[in-house]
């Protein structure tokens, strides 16, 4: 068994990591930028560094058994050379390839037949958008998503275009590399699932939540498993095909549309720990932190199953009005009856997320209740801030 996991990246996700690898008898070695980040308080040793420095990879490698991702913002190429050294990447940078550009990531998922919106490349030149356009318009209309290909999160490079003009000022001058158009899907809801996969090949699958967003940021991840059989086996039938074809090791996040008339397609996909999955800290037998790392260090993984009724997990996010450490908000929350606040430590601005809050359900709770219960942290949290 690895004892020491090397992690690129010092945010919430590897600063969630502290109880899991304290379980397991692990010390983490953290690769991160900044002295603040909030994996730096949790971890055995830090590496000063961005990244995506490989140099300082090479370094880190020095210092641990394997390397596990916090996000996806590294320089596969450059990490190669590593890999092929003898350093142990988990997952490995082969099954990484196909996901961190998202229109690459399309076409990777249509070539394994697993069901994507529509979606299209951005034109070479202006001649070139010209036919895009024309071609959208058979294809899939107005109104159009536009994503960032790389380096887009929480809402950041994503845009709904209405029509054709919207979308050349958007693209003047084009620049393929940068841009995805993708079908407006109208769904019902949206769904995410976390899922791992470990060395054996053994795969294991969370429950099926719905994620509700404000400004295309997550707002709120709902637990209720309120969902028809046929939307569960889809979602697990998709999730375990992709890592398996993927030969994929760790834990990985997967976001769903659900359509009106009961399909489910597939969003995107997180190479990591995800924010859809923090409700499993407190309400699952397993946490994701904790299977991720079970699964990189070659350790039999856990049960994902639920460990209460439900629950409902809300961000907290910097408010436009304040840039306190919101100590009064987040001791009304903790006031709350089963819940369980967790406070980043970040510098506070607009729109960040700062922290989350879960809830547990209690037996015979439901919808109702989580619905309630979201409200209740929003209004201690935003005040009287819209809903969204």
């Known amino acids: ?185 109208p769904f019902d809801r949206e769904l995410a699932v976390m899922a791992a996969r470990s060395r054996s090949g053994e795969v294991v699958v969370y429950p099926v939540v719905e994620t509700q967003q404000v400004n295309q940021v997550c707002r709120r991840v709902f637990v209720t498993e309120d969902f028809g059989n046929s939307v569960v086996e889809q979602v697990r039938s998709i999730a375990t095909q992709l890592l398996d074809r993927l030969d994929y090791v760790g834990i990985m996040g997967i976001e769903f549309f659900l359509t009106r008339d009961g399909r489910v397609l597939i969003n995107e996909t997180a190479p990591r720990t995800h924010n859809s999955g923090h409700y499993s800290l407190d309400a699952c037998e397993t946490s994701q932190f904790e299977q991720q790392l079970r699964a990189v260090c070659g350790l039999p993984l856990g049960s994902p199953a639920l460990n209460c009724a439900g629950a409902v997990m809300v961000n907290l996010l910097g408010n436009e009005a304040t840039e306190s450490d919101y100590l009064e908000q987040r001791q009304q929350l903790a006031a709350l009856p089963r819940s369980h606040v967790y406070w980043y430590g970040k510098a506070a601005r607009p729109g960040r997320k700062l922290g989350h809050v879960t809830l547990r359900l209690d037996e015979g709770e439901g ?8 409200k209740t942290v929003e209004k201690i949290w935003y005040g009287e801030e819209p809903m969204g």
């Open 1 to 185: 068994m690895s004892k020491r996991v090397g992690i690129i990246g010092g945010g919430q996700l590897a600063w969630m990591m502290a109880a899991a690898a304290q379980k397991l008898e692990l010390q983490l070695i953290i690769q991160t930028a900044s002295a603040t980040d909030p994996a730096v308080s949790i971890a055995a040793h830090t590496l000063y560094a961005p990244i995506d420095d490989a140099i300082a990879t090479a370094e880190l490698a020095t210092a641990c058994d394997l390397i596990t991702f916090e996000n996806e913002f590294v320089d596969l190429k450059a990490l190669a050379g590593l890999e092929q050294q003898g350093v142990l990447f988990y997952p490995q940078l082969r099954s990484l390839a196909p996901l961190l550009d998202k229109y690459e990531q399309r076409c990777y998922l249509q070539q394994l037949g697993l069901p994507t919106p529509k979606f299209m490349p951005v034109g070479t030149d202006l001649a070139a958008l010209e036919t895009a356009l024309a071609a959208l318009e058979t294809a899939f209309g107005f109104p159009v998503v536009l994503k960032a290909r790389r380096l887009g999160y929480d809402g950041q490079g994503t845009l709904i275009v209405k029509d054709p003009q919207s979308l050349a000022a958007h693209l003047s001058p084009p620049r393929p590399d940068t841009w995805l158009l993708e079908e407006f899907i």
């Open 367 to 374: 919808r109702s209740q989580v619905e309630a219960l979201a």
